[in-house]
């Protein structure tokens, strides 16, 4: 069965500081991967997605992931955090030929001054 | 284009009432998501409808849970009857249906039953 493993419930930087966030995947095909972002009482906004080809992803507000598959990870990775990154991040597998998601527990991001 | 637009975006209901919430996803969209987001299982896929049709209601937690998507711009989730461990935020999302095609998600309906 498919799952996704965020190791860090909180993590907790400096503005301005780097940021990465941990992923690790169990998944029996190439996977799709993606990261999405929740701010409060928001719904999930999506950052990037990785299908194939080149291992390292852009997507938006500044941030990257890379694939590893050797690892079975895909972290986040942000050179200079805005306090306005604070949110919640979840990083997903798709499965099935439907898309359906599997989501990782979520990494609650807070931003010091 | 106005996103996936669910209603209400808050719902208070009491235990043993009926709880409908409704969606409607981004046209041109084929494939629609129901997803529960609770602080202790986080996120979790409830039912997956393809063209209108339910592909995968794996994830539906017992039979007080019905969904249905009676045309390609409007779904329900209903529960019936509500328990206050139905408690959650809600989410409605929708996507073209292709294999890693971006999922776009609603703003949630929270819903509390005391």
């Known amino acids: 069965a498919q799952s996704v493993t965020q190791p860090d419930i909180h993590i907790t930087v400096s503005e301005g500081a780097s940021l990465e966030l941990r992923c690790n995947y169990s998944y029996g095909a190439t996977p799709y991967l993606f990261w999405y972002v929740q701010s409060p009482g928001q719904g999930l906004q999506l950052l990037l997605k990785?299908?194939?080809?080149?291992?390292l992803v852009q997507g938006i507000k500044g941030f990257e992931a890379e694939f590893k598959r050797s690892q079975s990870s895909f972290n986040l990775r942000k050179p200079s955090v805005h306090w306005s990154d604070a949110a919640e991040y979840f990083c997903a597998v798709s499965r099935g030929a439907g898309n359906m998601l599997t989501f990782g527990g979520g990494t609650r991001l807070m931003v010091k001054p | 284009d106005a996103g996936v637009i669910q209603s209400p975006r808050h719902e208070v209901t009491e235990m043993g009432q009926e709880v409908t919430l409704r969606c409607k996803p981004i046209s041109g969209h084929n494939s629609l998501f129901w997803y529960r987001q609770t602080m202790m299982r986080g996120l979790e896929l409830l039912i997956y409808f393809n063209n209108n049709v339910p592909i995968d209601d794996s994830g539906m937690p017992e039979d007080r849970f019905s969904a249905k998507m009676p045309n390609a711009s409007f779904s329900t989730l209903k529960i019936q009857p509500s328990e206050p461990r139905d408690s959650a935020v809600y989410f409605c999302a929708s996507s073209f249906g292709g294999a890693g095609d971006t999922q776009y998600f609603g703003p949630g309906t929270r819903l509390t039953v005391l």
């Open positions: 990785y299908f194939s080809g080149d291992t």
